[in-house]
């Protein structure tokens, strides 16, 4: 692994069925706007994915946000950078959620 290769952070969070929809239009309509506003170095952008299935009453949400380095995500989250970044409105409509997330170096790309 390289220190130039490309960084997925990638994060989990979990609602009711009731609530997805709501968590979705946050996350799409505040959220990733409100980070890609500030126009972090090194910011590549943002997937949001959605679990089909309901399992036990809750849905489940992936977040990955792509940074050319993790030196990036650093300065996108400060020293702690492992941390969630949840807002108060994604928060509140969330069962559950992972307190940190994870970062990957990008080895390659197949298709």
């Known amino acids: 692994m390289t220190e130039n290769s ?56 992936t977040t990955i946000i792509w940074f050319e380095r993790l030196e990036d995500v650093k300065i996108f989250m400060g020293e702690d950078y492992r941390r969630a970044h949840l ?7 969330l069962k559950r959620f992972d307190s940190e997330a994870r970062h990957f170096h990008v080895l390659g790309y197949f298709s």
């Open 87 to 93: 807002p108060e409105s994604a928060r509140a409509v």
């Open 6 to 61: 490309r960084v997925a952070r990638i994060w989990h969070g979990w609602t009711t069925a009731e609530n997805a929809d709501v968590y979705q239009a946050v996350v799409e309509g505040e959220v990733f706007p409100g980070i890609l506003e500030r126009h972090i170095p090194g910011l590549v952008g943002a997937h949001l994915m959605r679990d089909d299935e309901v399992v036990d009453e809750e849905v489940e949400f």
